[in-house]
């Protein structure tokens, strides 16, 4: 197996993850308008218009995933990872949409109020689309994570938001049947939008720190250290090391005090060591080390600690 192989099958997995995911909020789609059109609920209006949002950010995650793996080039030399993240915006913009639309929804069943027909059909259905939906998000999120995919996070999230209000408007919804309480269908709908209207400020906040090129979190970052540590014999020191995120690539800077008397050769060895040990570490890494000579040491020299400044 060459070495490109691999990158192309996780392209492959995470392009074939996203179109699937418009096929099957496309199905989820038409479940959920199928349990509205027999019932009239405006609960069940709700969810439905929240899927119409999983179908439109499933088409722009798939466009973006095929975006974000396409190669370097001399308009964009760092590669094009953040189209991702685009996608996930995206996708946070809509979600305020659909929760603005349930709200009207509301507001107008509770000028024209209008009981709520075949009930059980209704959820049933609903409850057939909210199956297949959780274990889409489920597989979404465990892929996106896997394949550092912030799209297909994103999109999985937004899939679980609706399988947790699907859940709770089924729940209202039985209860409003078995009880007689007919004000539970609308109440429950405003209950949806503003659940989603807060996921959409979420997923928007998350991807916003992608585009500002936020870096990795404490965790991350002191296991990377703890790699350059372990991996940079015959060096003096290491400082100033800088991290940032741009999709499911990590860039990884610093420097790299050598002897001033050390040869070129010698220090290059140093360095493709350190590269190679993060490189096996950490996924889609991109790592840039600039060799500086002892006098740029921030350390005293004789400094048994770890040669970090």
């Excluded at 996930?88 to 107008?108: D, H, K, P, Q, S």
Aim: include cysteine.
């Amino acid at each position: 197996m060459t070495a490109i192989e691999p990158k192309t099958a996780a392209r492959r997995k995470v392009a074939n993850l996203a179109f699937r995911s418009i096929v099957v909020a496309c199905v989820v789609l038409g479940l959920k308008l199928a349990a509205w059109y027999i019932t009239g609920s405006v609960a069940l209006y709700s969810d439905a218009a929240e899927s119409i949002v999983n179908v439109i950010a499933s088409a722009a995650a798939y466009w973006a995933i095929l975006v974000s793996y396409k190669p370097a080039d001399q308009d964009h030399p760092f590669g094009h990872h953040k189209a991702e993240y685009f996608s996930a915006v995206l996708e946070g913009v809509l979600i305020v949409v659909a929760a603005l639309l349930i709200l009207n929804a509301v507001w107008r069943s509770w000028q024209h109020h209008a009981p709520i027909e075949q009930p059980w059909t209704g959820l049933a259905v609903n409850g057939v689309a909210t199956v297949i939906n959780a274990f889409w998000a489920w597989t979404l999120i465990r892929a996106g994570r896997s394949e550092k995919s912030p799209a297909l996070v994103a999109d999985g999230k937004h899939i679980m938001t609706d399988v947790v209000t699907s859940v709770g408007v089924f729940a209202g919804l039985v209860g409003a049947v078995l009880s007689g309480w007919q004000i539970l269908d609308p109440a429950l709908a405003v209950i949806v939008a503003l659940n989603i209207l807060w996921q959409g400020w979420h997923v928007i906040g998350s991807s916003m720190n992608g585009l500002m090129d936020r870096a990795v979190d404490t965790q991350e970052h002191m296991h990377i250290r703890d790699i350059i540590s372990a991996n940079c014999k015959g060096a003096l020191e290491v400082h100033d090391l800088k991290t940032r995120i741009a999709g499911r690539a990590t860039f990884i800077e610093f420097h790299l005090v050598v002897d001033a008397d050390m040869s070129v050769g010698d220090s290059h060895v140093i360095c493709d060591r350190i590269e190679d040990a993060l490189k096996a570490e950490i996924p889609s890494v991109r790592v840039t080390i600039h060799v500086e000579p002892d006098d740029e040491a921030k350390l005293p020299r004789g400094t048994t600690a770890v040669p970090f400044a």
